[in-house]
């Protein structure tokens, strides 16, 4: 797929614009990606139905 070059130009722009840096500084590596966080939310309440689980056989 040959990519045009206006729209080249325009990703190379937003690689460097992402994360909120100056035009002219690359992304940066300390922002986290939108996958990366919605995994540790998943995990993060995995984690707590576990436990919740765990608590309510407890009680029985």
Same mark, same amino acid.
């Given at each position: 797929?040959p ?5 080249? $130009?325009?990703?190379?722009e937003?690689?460097?614009?992402? *994360? *909120? *840096?100056?035009? *002219? ?14 995994? =540790?939310?998943?995990? /993060? =309440? $995995? =984690? /707590? $139905? /576990? $436990?919740? /689980? =765990? ?6």
């Open positions: 797929m990519v045009i070059p206006a729209t080249w $130009k325009l990703r190379q937003n690689h460097l614009n992402l *994360g *909120g *840096g100056s035009c *002219g500084e690359p992304r940066s590596r300390h922002c986290t990606p939108a996958w990366a966080t919605r995994v =540790k939310l998943h995990l /993060k =309440k $995995k =984690k /707590k $139905k /576990k $436990k919740e /689980k =765990k608590e309510n056989s407890a009680r029985d």
